[in-house]
């Protein structure tokens, strides 16, 4: 058995990121950049009008208002014009429009009334143009992301603005999610005597998709069958690059996966850490493929997923895993009881002081799911049999 640590540096060291691969735009939200992005055009390409309004050459306004110039042309966004303005004339243009050659200067709409194909000003431009001049937004060349950041959805935005349709970035890994046990079936369907609904396949989705937008990981149940489950980790690693089972790894008699996991010559990194709950957590590797065998119980389920499912994805995904964790201070005891450092799921209560107040759950155990119901993270307590008082500093993070 290791520490929490431990397991922390083998995945760190051992896991490595996948191979790039040029994505759409849209599914490259969250994904790590393989290259520096260097604007090839300016945005926009021309000088544009900022305002709805008249374009005009400055030095026709002259003397005392109000003034007065004949409307040339009307310029629509998305259209430009194919003559320059002709001197003592203006352009009726709407925000966006290519500027006009020849005009250098923007009135805004407000300032002007239009009668019989004139526009009459009632001030001068006072020193405003309203131009947004060529690569007001983004200059050719400028160097706009960087190798290794992690996409967002404004950048994406920025990116579409150069052209830009794909983008190469490390891909987000294809996950199968594998339930064990024969008593485990499908919600919607009649429950049998010993039978039990597949909660823990709901909440890794859950999870997964609001941490990686991974929104339709694959999922199956496997009956308690050594065969069945070799069968099936086997077809697995064939099409996904990260096998999370659940069940199948402590040391029952129906705990399957770690012999079929040397059945089918893959290396275990790990088995069992010194954690509660989740100690029996296994994780092996298949040449570039990996496998994370979390416990069945639905607690160990979520405290699994939170310290390693989270890691492994990270690191195939070329990105650090950095859970937002802080010092909170107990808002009420809590008891804890063996050798093994302790997740505890708690609330946390942000206070105008800048400090963090937690309340762990009081009815804990690692079967009873709704125990941690509401909860937004876990606090960490050393192990050893102890009653730990409220007012104490504890070290706590956000699931």
Sequence with gaps: MITLDEAKCFIDNGVTSLKPALLPLLDSVGCALTCDIIAPINVPEFASSAMDGIAFKSMDLNGN???????QETIAAGDYSRQPLKSGHAVKIMTGAPLPRGADTIMPVEYVTFVDGWAIFSRNAAGEDHVRPLGDDIKKGQILCKNGDILKPVDLGVLASLGMKDIEVIPRPRIMLLSTGSEVIEPGVQLNPGQIYDSNNVVLRALLARDSHLFNPAKRVMKDDPEIVSAELSDCLEHYDIVITTGGVSMGDFDFIPQVVRKL???IVFHKVAIKPGKPVLLARFGSKWLLGLPGNPVSVIAGYHLFARRVIGRLMGQACSPRGRQTVLGCDVSVHGDRLCLVGAKFQECAEGRVISFPSNRQK??????????DGFVFIDGGTKTVPAGSEVYAEWL
Excluded: M
């Design 65 to 71: 208002g109000p003034w007065k110039l004949p409307i």
């Design 265 to 267: 010559g893959g290396e």
């Design 366 to 375: 690692s079967n009873r799911l709704s125990s941690i119901s509401g909860i």
